[in-house]
Every structure is written in C-alpha cells, then in structure tokens.
C-alpha cells in the first residue's frame, strides 16, 4: 500500500483537464471499472477520474482496521473483464488493492486519475448541455471543470462522518475509543482488553484477528445478526483454474455464485426456516458447549439484514478457544474503566471500538443543481436503478444488499456507455429519464438494517415498478440494462438534430417541484 501512495504522491498537483466526455467521480470500485468499460466501449470518448485521495481503491484505501476483507467473494466481487486469480475467493484488503492496480496498470488509467480532487459541485445547465464541476484540491484551492456526463462512483456512505451511536459515558473513558473508519496506523492493541461494540461485518472481521493478540476481545452485541460460515478458499475455482483456461473458470464460477447468491436470497425469503437450520449447523459444531442459541439469532429472518460472512468460522474458533467472547445487552454507561450493561455485569477494556455502523450519503454528498435549481434527492425517482428522473447525463452507482457492489457497477457501466453511444448515433447531446407523471411509490429498501432506516428520508424515491425502481435483483438488472432498448420511450434524447429542446430538462425539473 505504502508503495502505491509514493508513487501517486505526485499526481494530485497535476491538471486536471478543463472539459471531458464523460467525468467520472471517485477511483474506487465504481470508478476504475467505469474507466475500463469506457475504454473498451465509447473508445473515442475522453474522460477523467476524480479521486479525493492520493491512491485508488475508495472503501478500500479508507478502511485499514484489523483483518479488513470482502464480505462477497471476489469472483463475483470482481469485474467481469478481469478474472479473478488468487487462491483465496474471500480476499484481504490489501490483495483488493493490488487488483485494481493490476487493472489500471492493464489499461493505462494511471493518465486519467487526478488525485486529491475532492469533488463539491455540480451544475447542469440545459442550454449548454454540459455539467460544470468544481472540486477541492489537496492544498485547499478550487478547479473546475465540465462535462458532458458524469458517473458518480463516490460510494454511498458518508467517508468523514461514521454513525455517531451516542453511547452514554463514551467520554469518560480512560482508554482509547476507536472507530473502524478511521483507524490508527500501527496501532499496537497486543495484551489489552478490547470490546467491540456492535455485531455487523466490521465487527465479525475484527474480532478473530484482533483475539490473536490481545488478552481478551468481547463483542457487545444489543441484537444478534446472521452469520454465514464459508471456506475463504474456492476449491472449484483453484481446480477449475489448474485444467481450463483462467477465463473460463472466472467466467464459471463467477454464474455459479450468481445462481447461489440469487437462490439462498430467494429461499431465505420464501423458506427462512430452511435457511437458518443451515446457518446454525457450522456454528453449533464450531462453538461446541459456548453455543448459546440467544446470542446468535436475530428478531429477523435471515437477508432482512445482509448476512455477515465468516471465512473458515475464524470468529466461531476464536469463540471456542476462549480468546473472544460475545454478550448480549444494552449499555448502561461507559465508566473510566470499560462499559456497564442494564443487567448490571460490567466489562473491563482497554480499548473500545465502536462498529456501530455507516452514515448513508446521497451521490457523495456533491451539491447538484440543474438549471439553477439544486437538487432535492427525495423529490426525484430512481431510473433503472441508475439514474434519476428529470436529471440529464448522469448516472450513479448503488451496488446491492444482497450480493456483491461490483455486479451492479460493471451493468451500470455497461448500461451508461449504451447511452453515451446512441447519443452520438442519433446526434444528440441531452438524455433525461423525463417524468410524466406522479408514480405509485413503495419503500427503497425492503431491508431492516439500521442504516439504512436511517438515512431513508434522505433517498431518492422508488416506484412499485420499472423503469422507476431501484432493484435488488441482478439477473433482472442485467437483462434491463444490457438488452432492453436504450430508447424505451421514457429516456427523451435531444439536442442538435434531434426533435427535442434543449429546455426540456429544466421545464420537467421545475414541473417535478
């Protein structure tokens, strides 16, 4: 890692471009995948990245706590133009950045990325047909720039501030309070007492690894959350790869684990009961006599909540050998020396870390206007699941709940160039998903998750169905995306040559208001 910011150091006092096809924002997953589907597919376009950090890779950069990994395999957490080649298919932080290295290295990104670029505005103006965007740079002037599209791959959480959980007393602690997002380098924790207060993804990654050096490591759960054990090694993708071709293989395990992802996530809708005798089995036999059937199911059904993955049941090992320990309770305070529960037992720590979750943030929290008006997210419908009604020439990425981002940010790539490409076919500069009328709406997510009933005032709208509706269901995005035509009769092409006026957007944003 330390290697690759060095050799970035340099790229962010460099230019950026005055004007660009198509501007991509964020160098992480989205982003580098976008840049590649550009090249591959509109290869006379001219674009730019526009990455707030000085190295690539997004969630992936940001993140360095203990034993940071995939929470999806990296056959289907990888890109569809880019196999997937080490033995392990749940995959360490680090090994994620090496591979998209590989993949800017591959196809001479390195030009493209501008680093310490932090994008803050973006204005859309109908009679130019262009978005102007200004960004922040490292040293703290502006620049700014125009575009003709722009793709939002700044992820969809809020990267300076994490959930803030208000846990009571957290103040008066004598040790150190730690949270996930902004870990310390270095940070040396062997032989402490550690607590770590939550029981999602990140928590699950850190408690095994962090109980191979401390002195204890308890996690503090108030409510219990779905594990799924798997092995972190694919024993059919590493023998596959030994007697086929690397694509081959990639290309079939990568179906295989669609097919799996999509039936579990069906079965545990339809047949929760099948699905949780599954889940508990590789517990039950790891954890032994330390089972205790409380602490590890949840007041939901298993995908009410995305289930937390366990590669070769290391949490469940660190369980049973004695170095980790889970409770279940609410907090009554924090003391000078650790976290007192409402039952009364108290839980002595040197060090806490508060998992308590993510803060969602709408299109990377860019301030949007169109025509001088700025944009209102909740007032404007999701478009294919990618962009946004009444919104010209941007398109943005929201991977799914219930399988891996990168499925969802290839067919939006894939999708977007699909647009850029009729443009230039029927000579027009504008496409608007132009809303006709008022829609019948259901909830965005039909998920549980604490974040995410939040942050759900704050999102865009969803319709009861398509083209109005963000999905979780990538082989019905997939066909949508990649077959259906591009002019479905929604999506209003115009500009030069074409029927329609360019004050379209502007009348639909205002007549949306």
Not at 334 to 362: H, N, P, R, W
Not at 433 to 446: C, I, R, V
Request: some cysteine; overall charge negative.
């Amino acid at each position: 890692m330390a290697t690759h910011i060095a050799e970035n150091a340099g790229a962010e006092l460099e230019a950026a471009p005055q004007s660009v096809d198509v501007l991509i924002v964020g160098a992480g997953i989205s982003g580098i995948g976008m840049a590649v589907h550009l090249r591959n597919k509109c290869p006379g376009k001219s674009f730019a990245l526009l990455e707030r950090r000085d190295d690539i890779g997004g969630t992936w950069n940001l993140f360095q706590y203990p034993g940071i990994r995939s929470d999806s395999d990296m056959h289907t957490l990888g890109f569809n133009f880019e196999p997937w080649t080490e033995q392990k298919a749940i995959a360490d932080g680090p090994s994620i950045i090496n591979y998209l290295h590989r993949i800017k290295a591959k196809h001479d990104l390195e030009k493209h990325i501008h680093f310490g670029h932090k994008v803050l505005s973006a204005s859309w103006s109908s009679e130019d047909a262009r978005w102007t965007v200004t960004a922040e740079k490292a040293d703290g002037s502006t620049t700014v720039m125009q575009a003709g599209f722009i793709y939002m791959g700044a992820g969809y959480y809020d990267y300076d501030n994490p959930y803030d959980a208000q846990i009571e007393g957290l103040q008066s602690f004598k040790g150190d309070v730690l949270h996930p997002q902004f870990w310390p380098q270095d940070y040396d924790y062997a032989g402490k007492k550690v607590v770590i207060i939550g029981s999602g993804a990140t928590a699950v990654t850190i408690v095994p690894v962090m109980a191979e050096t401390a002195e204890h490591v308890t996690m503090l759960q108030r409510t219990p959350t779905w594990y799924a054990a798997r092995p972190a090694k694919d024993w059919l993708a590493n023998t596959l790869r030994k007697i086929m071709p690397e694509s081959w293989a990639y290309k079939i395990i990568r179906k295989k684990n669609v097919w799996m992802q999509d039936l579990t996530f069906r079965t545990a809708r339809d047949k929760p009961e099948k699905v949780i005798k599954k889940l508990e089995k590789p517990m039950k036999r790891e954890l032994g006599d330390k089972y205790n059937k409380e602490d590890y199911t949840p007041p939901y059904g298993p995908w009410e909540q995305r289930l937390c993955l366990v590669p070769d049941s290391d949490m469940f090992k660190a369980i049973a050998s004695g170095k980790a320990d889970v409770k279940t309770g609410h907090i009554e305070t924090v003391t000078e020396t650790g976290v007192k529960l409402k039952s009364g037992e108290e839980l002595e720590a040197d060090i806490i870390v508060t998992a308590t979750g993510l803060k969602l943030a709408v299109a990377g929290k860019v301030a949007f206007e169109v025509d001088g008006k700025p944009i209102h997210w909740p007032d404007h419908y999701y478009y294919k699941g990618c962009m946004f009604s009444d919104i010209p020439n941007m398109a943005i990425v929201f991977g799914y709940l219930n399988a891996s981002w990168t499925l969802k940010a290839d067919i939006v790539s894939e999708y977007v160039c699909r647009v850029i490409n009729h443009m230039d076919a029927t000579s027009t500069r504008i496409a608007n998903p132009k809303l006709e009328s008022e829609l019948e709406q259901e909830e965005l997510f039909d998920f549980s998750s604490g974040y995410i009933r939040r942050s759900i005032n704050e999102l865009p709208r969803n319709s009861t169905a398509m083209p109005w509706k963000l999905n979780q269901d990538y082989l019905f995005d997939k066909k949508v995306l990649l077959n259906e035509p591009v002019d479905d009769g929604v999506m209003r092409f115009y500009g030069p040559n074409s029927a329609g006026n360019v004050a379209d957007a502007g009348e639909a944003l205002e007549a949306a208001e």
